[in-house]
């Protein structure tokens, strides 16, 4: 899938992700085929250990890794990062978005702030990302 995890890195260009997202398809097609018709079993392994393990580590921290976020000057107090965030994490004040510690870094509030206003440090130059099929009306809680 096309990165987007730009607290560590840029995002890929849109010829990289137009061609991930091309192979993504196909491959969940071939998968979900595969699972369907039973010639695909999913089976623990080891990696799915190693993969418990990390995800522990992280759960432990993820919650105030939004310690970190801030609203540059651009933002123009428009809430798509207070109603976009699905962990309800962002509450305005003083017209900024101010984080509230749950966060699942999930970045929407970052690639979706029409703005590019919601920064870390990390963030300053890089890109943003949203599929060519989701908007942010499309993620937005009602």
């Given at each position: ?22 192979k ?16 695909i079993?999913?089976k ?17 921290r ?13 933002c ?9 965030c ?28 029409p703005?590019?206003?919601?920064q ?6 890089r890109g ?15």
């Amino acid at each position: 899938m096309p990165g987007n995890y730009i607290k560590i890195y840029e995002v890929d260009s849109k010829k990289q992700e137009s061609v991930k997202l091309d192979k993504a398809e196909k491959l969940i097609k071939n998968i979900s085929s595969g699972i369907l018709s039973g010639v695909i079993v999913v089976k623990p392994d080891k990696l799915g250990l190693i993969a418990k393990l990390i995800n522990n580590f992280w759960q432990k921290r993820v919650n105030k890794s939004d310690k970190s976020f801030f609203a540059a000057d651009s933002c123009n107090s428009c809430l798509i990062c207070e109603r976009i965030c699905p962990a309800d994490n962002i509450r305005m004040a003083d017209k900024k978005p101010e984080w509230l510690h749950r966060c699942q870094e999930c970045l929407a509030c970052m690639h979706y702030c029409p703005m590019t206003a919601i920064q870390t440090k990390n963030t300053l130059n890089r890109g943003r990302y949203h599929h060519p099929e989701v908007s942010a009306n499309d993620m937005i809680r009602r």
